[in-house]
Every structure is written in structure tokens, then in C-alpha cells.
């Protein structure tokens, strides 16, 4: 994994979760009981964050799809091998 991939992902999934822990709080702020806070938060926060944190998420799934285009061109790579073929790159 590149370290580029690490850090967005890392970055998205702390403001993911930040973003549910907000919502809990202003949710427990007017006295709503913390684990109805957070099953609510949860529920809110998460396709939020999918809204508020495109450009992020966008990246993150990019970097993902590339590091499993790679993956599977290594693997099949090692299939032919094993199988005796020649592989060209």
C-alpha cells in the first residue's frame, strides 16, 4: 500500500469517525441518552460523511482500485509462471 493511500485512508477514517463523535455530542447536548446519541450519530454520521468528505473519499477509492489492479496483475503473473508460460511485461 503507497503511502499516499495510507495517509488518505488514515485521514478518512479519523473524520468519519470525528464526524459521528460530533454528532453524538451535539445530540447528548440536548440530553438525549449516549447510546441513543450514538446509534443515531452512526446512522446520520456515516452517509454524511460520504457527502461532506467526497473529494476524500474519492481519493481513497481510487487508490484502492489501483492497488487492486496491481494486485491482480501480480497474481496472475504468478499463475502463469506457476503454469510454465512465458510472461511478457
Known amino acids: 500500500m503507497t503511502s499516499e493511500l495510507r ?3 488514515a485521514l478518512y477514517t479519523l473524520v468519519r ?7 453524538a455530542l451535539v445530540l447528548m ?4 441518552p449516549l447510546l441513543v446519541s450514538l446509534a443515531v450519530a452512526v446512522v446520520v454520521g456515516f452517509p ?3 457527502l ?4 476524500l473519499n474519492r481519493r481513497v477509492t481510487t487508490g484502492l ?4 489492479e496491481t494486485r491482480d496483475a501480480e497474481r496472475d ?8 508460460e512465458e510472461h511478457e511485461d
Not at 447536548?29 to 438525549?32: G, I, P, Q, R
Open 77 to 84: 503473473r504468478l499463475r502463469a509462471q506457476l503454469r510454465g
Open 17 to 23: 469517525i470525528g464526524l459521528v463523535v460530533v454528532v
Open 65 to 68: 482500485a489501483k492497488r487492486g
Open 48 to 50: 454524511l460523511g460520504l
Open 7 to 9: 495517509r488518505d485512508l
Open 52 to 55: 461532506l468528505f467526497r473529494d
Open 29 to 32: 447536548a440536548f440530553k438525549v
